[in-house]
């Protein structure tokens, strides 16, 4: 019976929903006035797992278990339990689901309402655009593209969801010193492209202000400013994120009504809208009402194509266009897509092996050394897909296109994360892992392998003329952990065998010297080392120097870059 499934999603739930729109909801179990419901749907295999996540996207996935986690609504219900399956709604999450939040006493108004730490579409364009009047000499803020209700209203056609059809410009934000030249590698950051998951927007707007903010007073932030560029979108979709702002906090798509009606579940999937791997039945759905709505073609929606004509234009094409061939280990450029939720960092491919031969990426030891370490830095798990599959993915863009080394981060537990947990537990980690990233796309696929260099500092004082007595750690061991679905591995640890620091210029600058440094136990035996070094700085000015530091492990692979600032005082003054 439930192998009826794919039809009757494909073809009959649209018009059931749209015919019962206005009546009385069916007796589902669950409060008598919910909207939602928040229900675990059970599968017998991996076929209708897919066909589930294609209709309704998964807030959770239990393989174990063999439930996923989804919102419907009480007429789904019933559709569901008439076509044989086990569905079984979780009272405490659908009173929550249920509830319509408030203001918070006291709460800006440029703040989703019981959420003052995630800023409305509005308050987010804000803040990017006095980023750049603030900071001119480090960012810029450009419009990209526009929303689909910008189109629509330029063609002044109101669509009911949005009546006033005033739509949005999609904005980015480019970072970098713009005093020093090029060419420089990238990590390009999107935020809000699934409207309803609040903490994606608000972490990317925060990378920029950290970034901004802490230019000249943070090492490695200043050294990343002025030889790297960090692109921002912080809102991907803002048409469909103001829908889930209110009234409809769950609604996950853009607000294009052309294939489904706005009382249903309008839109299109930005996230399975792009060109690459495009139109695969396991991973999206041709069904205008279906969560993962494809679209009409490849990057139909105005949204995508800002997104993709902006990173076609930003990055150099370093692969070719097929499945097999991979980037080199030269390769610089990451890009990242910010979601919620899983705690989990994924790579390419999206579709199943039985669509496109093998979903296993060419770089695939580069995505799992990169993922690991920024993996250890968060906590999220690494891993190239979850529990099933997906297709016109903005990772399989980037990366199939123009070899970069592309990732979706799922971010946190809920897609309306509490503030407390987001504030206290989430935003610290996040934006240390994305530092990590923007150090590592110079060279995304090479430097991951190497050793990390942490907890710099200096002992005792540092004078002019005196020798500055320098020590960090350095350390090979610092990948996390892999999701079960991680096809490759732990990533061994190697011993460190030498670390360097440099003077006011980091390694890849001409005239750059590597000073060698010691390690504190008097040998390079261990993968995490003691490493310490004496500077000379009768030559040094007083002021203010950058000191670079990289360490190499057994198999000569170097790490990432760290800086700290030694600060150099006159003694006879």
């Known amino acids: 019976m439930k192998k009826r499934l794919l039809l009757l999603l494909t073809f009959l739930l649209p018009a059931v929903l749209l015919a019962l729109f206005y009546q009385p909801a069916p007796a589902a179990p669950g409060p008598a006035d919910a909207d939602v419901l928040v229900v675990q749907i059970y599968f017998d295999d991996q076929a209708e797992l897919q066909a589930l996540a294609d209709w309704r996207e998964p807030w959770e ?34 009173e929550t689901a249920n509830l319509v939040a408030e203001p918070l006493p006291g709460q800006d108004g440029g703040t989703i309402p019981g959420y003052p730490c995630y800023r409305t579409v509005e308050s987010t364009l804000d803040s990017g655009a006095l980023l750049a009047t603030t900071y001119p000499d480090l960012a810029t803020w450009s419009d990209i593209g526009d929303s689909w209700e910008k189109v629509q209203a330029s063609g002044e056609e109101l669509t009911l969801l949005n009546p006033a059809g005033l739509g949005y410009d999609i904005m980015v934000l480019k970072l970098t010193n713009s005093n020093i030249s090029g060419p420089k590698p990238q990590l390009f950051v999107s935020g809000g492209i699934h409207a309803r998951e609040y903490t994606s927007a608000e972490t990317a707007i925060r990378l920029a202000e950290y970034l901004l903010g802490n230019y000249g007073v943070d090492p490695d932030v200043t050294w990343l400013l002025d030889y790297h560029e960090i692109h921002i979108v912080p809102q991907t979709n803002p048409d469909g994120r103001k829908i889930a702002e209110a ?8 607000t294009n009504d052309d294939a489904c009606s706005a009382l249903v579940n309008p839109g299109i999937d ?29 990057v139909s929606e105005p949204e995508a194509l800002a997104i993709v004509d902006y990173v076609r234009s930003t990055f150099p094409d370093q692969r070719p266009n097929d499945l097999t061939i991979p980037a080199p280990i030269t390769t610089t450029g990451i890009f990242i897509d910010l979601h919620s939720y899983s705690n989990v960092i994924l790579w390419p491919w999206g579709p199943p092996s039985a669509d496109i ?112 007595l320098l020590q960090a750690r350095a350390d090979d061991g610092r990948y996390g952990a892999g999701h079960a679905n991680n096809p490759s591995g732990q990533v061994l640890s190697q011993p460190v065998v030498a670390a360097y620091y440099y003077v006011d210029l980091p390694p890849w600058e001409a005239g750059a010297v590597a000073q060698p440094m010691a390690a504190a136990d008097g040998s390079f035996s261990s993968s995490s080392e003691l490493v310490t070094a004496t500077i000379d700085t009768s030559g040094l000015a007083p002021g203010r120097h950058i000191i670079y530091l990289q360490a190499e492990d057994f198999d000569g692979d170097r790490g990432v870059v760290s800086a700290i600032f030694l600060d150099l005082v006159d003694g006879e003054n």
């Not at 009234?247 to 853009?254: A, F, M, S, V």
Request: net charge negative.
């Open 61 to 94: 996935v239990d393989v174990a278990a063999g439930f996923l986690l989804v919102e419907i609504r009480p007429v789904e219900y019933d559709i569901l339990t008439a076509a044989g399956f086990r569905v079984e709604v979780d009272q405490a999450r659908t």
């Open 247 to 254: 009234p409809d906090i769950w609604h996950r798509k853009n």
């Open 270 to 298: 930005l996230n399975r809208n792009f060109p690459f791997l495009w139109g695969y039945n396991s991973g999206s759905s041709s069904s205008g009402c279906d969560d993962t709505y494809r679209g009409s073609g490849p």
């Open 357 to 468: 031969g093998s979903n296993i990426s060419p770089n695939q030891l580069g995505y799992n050394a990169l993922a690991r370490r920024m993996g250890f830095i968060n906590g999220y798990a690494a891993s190239k897909t979850l529990s099933y599959s997906v297709s016109g993915t903005t990772k399989d863009f980037a990366y199939g296109e123009l070899g970069i080394a592309a990732f979706t981060m799922e971010m946190g537990t809920e897609f309306h994360q509490s503030c407390s947990v987001f504030e206290n537990s989430m935003i610290a980690d996040n934006l240390a892992t994305l530092i990590y990233a923007a150090k590592a796309s110079r060279q995304p696929y090479a430097l991951p392998f190497g050793p990390d260099m942490v907890e710099l500092e200096f002992v005792g004082p540092t004078l002019v003329g005196e020798p500055a």
